[in-house]
Protein backbone atom coordinates (compact mmCIF):
# COMPACT_ATOMS: atom_id res chain seq x y z
CA UNK A 1 0.00 0.00 0.00
CA UNK A 2 1.16 3.63 -0.87
CA UNK A 3 -0.26 6.90 1.47
CA UNK A 4 0.04 10.20 -0.86
CA UNK A 5 -0.34 13.56 1.09
CA UNK A 6 -0.68 16.75 -0.91
CA UNK A 7 -0.31 19.97 0.88
CA UNK A 8 0.48 23.65 -0.67
CA UNK A 9 -3.33 24.59 -2.27
CA UNK A 10 -4.68 27.58 -1.44
CA UNK A 11 -6.38 31.00 -2.28
CA UNK A 12 -4.08 33.27 -5.04
CA UNK A 13 -4.52 36.00 -7.19
CA UNK A 14 -4.31 35.74 -10.74
CA UNK A 15 -0.51 35.60 -11.46
CA UNK A 16 0.71 34.52 -8.28
CA UNK A 17 2.23 31.31 -7.55
CA UNK A 18 2.14 28.19 -5.30
CA UNK A 19 3.78 25.52 -4.88
CA UNK A 20 2.07 22.13 -4.09
CA UNK A 21 4.08 18.64 -2.17
CA UNK A 22 2.91 15.26 -2.52
CA UNK A 23 4.73 12.67 0.21
CA UNK A 24 4.90 9.36 -0.56
CA UNK A 25 4.76 6.50 2.19
CA UNK A 26 4.06 2.76 3.15
CA UNK A 27 6.16 1.14 0.59
CA UNK A 28 9.71 1.69 0.45
CA UNK A 29 11.23 -0.85 -0.58
CA UNK A 30 11.01 0.48 -4.70
CA UNK A 31 10.53 3.90 -6.67
CA UNK A 32 7.98 4.86 -8.65
CA UNK A 33 6.79 7.32 -10.95
CA UNK A 34 4.50 10.05 -9.70
CA UNK A 35 2.03 12.72 -11.23
CA UNK A 36 -0.30 15.13 -10.41
CA UNK A 37 -3.77 15.51 -12.24
CA UNK A 38 -6.60 18.36 -11.52
CA UNK A 39 -10.75 18.07 -11.75
CA UNK A 40 -12.33 21.13 -11.88
CA UNK A 41 -16.03 21.83 -11.06
CA UNK A 42 -18.25 19.78 -13.56
CA UNK A 43 -15.17 18.49 -15.15
CA UNK A 44 -12.98 15.18 -15.86
CA UNK A 45 -10.01 15.06 -13.67
CA UNK A 46 -7.00 15.58 -16.69
CA UNK A 47 -3.86 14.97 -16.31
CA UNK A 48 -1.38 17.99 -15.85
CA UNK A 49 2.51 16.47 -15.29
CA UNK A 50 4.26 13.52 -14.14
CA UNK A 51 7.85 12.62 -13.35
CA UNK A 52 10.19 9.63 -13.22
CA UNK A 53 11.35 8.30 -10.06
CA UNK A 54 14.46 10.04 -10.45
CA UNK A 55 13.61 13.24 -12.08
CA UNK A 56 15.69 12.26 -15.60
CA UNK A 57 12.39 12.60 -17.22
CA UNK A 58 9.09 14.79 -16.77
CA UNK A 59 6.41 15.26 -18.79
CA UNK A 60 3.40 17.81 -19.28
CA UNK A 61 -0.04 18.25 -20.55
CA UNK A 62 -0.17 20.63 -23.49
CA UNK A 63 -0.33 24.39 -23.91
CA UNK A 64 -2.57 24.64 -21.08
CA UNK A 65 0.47 24.59 -18.39
CA UNK A 66 3.79 24.75 -20.23
CA UNK A 67 6.05 26.91 -19.15
CA UNK A 68 4.28 27.51 -16.13
CA UNK A 69 4.53 24.72 -14.42
CA UNK A 70 6.97 22.14 -13.03
CA UNK A 71 6.89 18.69 -11.99
CA UNK A 72 10.11 17.94 -9.84
CA UNK A 73 10.95 15.23 -7.38
CA UNK A 74 12.21 15.60 -3.85
CA UNK A 75 15.36 14.65 -2.06
CA UNK A 76 13.03 12.24 0.28
CA UNK A 77 12.11 9.21 -1.67
CA UNK A 78 8.31 9.13 -3.15
CA UNK A 79 8.10 13.06 -3.00
CA UNK A 80 7.21 15.39 -5.62
CA UNK A 81 6.61 18.90 -5.77
CA UNK A 82 4.92 20.97 -8.71
CA UNK A 83 5.90 24.42 -9.18
CA UNK A 84 2.91 26.95 -10.28
CA UNK A 85 3.49 30.00 -11.35
CA UNK A 86 1.61 32.63 -13.61
CA UNK A 87 -1.72 31.12 -11.99
CA UNK A 88 -5.01 31.80 -14.61
CA UNK A 89 -8.57 31.53 -13.01
CA UNK A 90 -8.97 28.46 -15.19
CA UNK A 91 -6.15 26.49 -13.27
CA UNK A 92 -8.66 26.25 -10.38
CA UNK A 93 -9.38 23.18 -9.16
CA UNK A 94 -8.77 19.99 -6.82
CA UNK A 95 -5.22 18.62 -7.69
CA UNK A 96 -4.32 15.49 -7.28
CA UNK A 97 -1.06 13.67 -6.94
CA UNK A 98 -0.69 9.91 -8.25
CA UNK A 99 1.88 7.15 -8.04
CA UNK A 100 2.32 4.32 -10.23
CA UNK A 101 4.08 1.67 -8.02
CA UNK A 102 4.39 -0.36 -10.84
CA UNK A 103 6.96 1.13 -12.56
CA UNK A 104 9.78 3.91 -11.98
CA UNK A 105 9.23 5.26 -15.56
CA UNK A 106 6.30 7.46 -16.73
CA UNK A 107 3.91 4.87 -18.42
CA UNK A 108 0.79 7.31 -19.30
CA UNK A 109 -0.79 10.22 -18.35
CA UNK A 110 -3.82 8.97 -18.14
CA UNK A 111 -5.83 8.46 -14.71
CA UNK A 112 -5.66 4.70 -15.69
CA UNK A 113 -2.38 4.74 -14.81
CA UNK A 114 -2.12 5.47 -11.65
CA UNK A 115 -2.83 3.27 -9.13
CA UNK A 116 -2.33 5.49 -5.94
CA UNK A 117 -4.01 8.85 -5.38
CA UNK A 118 -3.85 11.40 -2.73
CA UNK A 119 -6.94 12.94 -1.12
CA UNK A 120 -6.77 15.96 -3.18
CA UNK A 121 -6.31 19.86 -2.52
CA UNK A 122 -7.68 22.65 -3.81
CA UNK A 123 -6.28 25.48 -5.90
CA UNK A 124 -8.53 28.17 -6.45
CA UNK A 125 -7.18 31.27 -8.05
CA UNK A 126 -9.37 34.16 -8.34
CA UNK A 127 -9.39 37.07 -11.42
Known amino acids: QVQLVESGGGLVQAGGSLRLSCAGS????????MGWFRQAPGKEREFVAA?????????YTADSVKGRFTISRGNAKNTVYLQMNSLKPEDTAVYYC???????????????????WGQGTQVTVSS
Open 98 to 116: AADSRSALVRGIVVGAYDY
Open 51 to 59: ISWDGGNAY
Open 26 to 33: GRTDSNYA
